[in-house]
């Protein structure tokens, strides 16, 4: 299994950006498809954004595309979530996560999850 760490996450305004990071180690970094996803209190766990192995391939949830980037840099075992335009409604705890198997926006298709950061946007 692959390690995760997440930062990056903190108190904001509406219409404000932030930069999450995921840092990996373990086993290879570039061999996993890597996901964020995100919970709020009460609710399920919600997948945002995956990005393909070689970065070369993205899919966002409706609820964040055109403000959210996934981007990664295998040279630094790393995979960012760029998050433009912040919302109230995009308060929760972002989780990174390397995937395993079948459908991406399924958080049982992934292996392994990172402690999580927790954003909070005012309004």
């Known amino acids: 299994q692959v390690q995760l760490v997440e930062s990056g996450g903190g108190l904001v305004q509406a219409g404000d950006s932030l930069r999450l990071s995921c840092a990996a180690s373990?086993?290879?970094?570039?061999?996993?498809?890597m996901g964020w996803f995100r919970q709020a209190p009460g609710k399920e766990r919600e997948f945002v954004a995956v990005i393909s192995e070689s970065g070369g391939s993205t899919y966002y949830a409706d609820s964040v595309k055109g403000r959210f980037t996934i981007s990664r840099d295998n040279a630094k075992n790393t995979v960012y979530l760029q998050m433009n335009s912040l919302k109230p409604e995009d308060t929760a705890v972002y989780y990174c996560a390397a995937h395993d198997q079948n459908y991406y926006s399924d958080p049982n298709s992934y292996g392994s999850w990172g402690q999580g950061t927790q954003v909070t946007v005012s309004s």
């Open positions: 373990g086993r290879t970094f570039s061999v996993y498809a």
